[in-house]
């Protein structure tokens, strides 16, 4: 069973720019990071396959947020710039046992963080 912890998370002004990390305890395929709104159901914000080459993001974030991992390190970083206040959200990071390529959906995914809050005021 493989571990998963997030951090980073805090509060930041409309523009400003979090750096959210997920360490592992041991080693993973493909990673995720999804996030939860106050309401609303838990979304897929982007991935990044086993061996980094390839990564993907959901049209609100592209451009803007940039995930990378380091896999001597069994880690993901994700880099958040131009944070807006529809940003808010609790962010889990999220790890395949087995799968390399990007995964987009909850069920693909069999490792979960507990999650960590990013807020972004107006």
């Known amino acids: 069973q493989v571990q998963l912890v997030e951090s980073g998370g805090g509060f930041v002004q409309t523009g400003g720019s979090l750096r959210l990390s997920c360490a592992a305890s041991?080693?993973?395929?493909?990673m995720g990071w999804f996030r939860r709104a106050p309401g609303k159901e838990r979304e897929f914000v982007g991935g990044?396959?086993?061996?980094?080459?390839?990564?993907y993001y959901v049209d609100s974030v592209k451009g803007r947020f940039t995930i990378s991992r380091d896999n001597a390190k069994n880690s993901m970083t994700l880099q958040m710039n131009s944070l807006k206040p529809e940003d808010t959200a609790v962010y889990y990071c999220?790890?395949?046992?087995?799968?390399?390529?990007?995964?987009?959906?909850?069920?693909?995914?069999?490792?979960w963080g507990q999650g960590t809050q990013v807020t972004v005021s107006s």
């Open positions: 041991g080693r993973t395929f493909a």
């Open positions: 999220a790890a395949a046992r087995a799968v390399g390529v990007i995964r987009r959906y909850e069920a693909d995914y069999d490792y």
């Open positions: 990044i396959s086993w061996t980094g080459s390839s990564t």
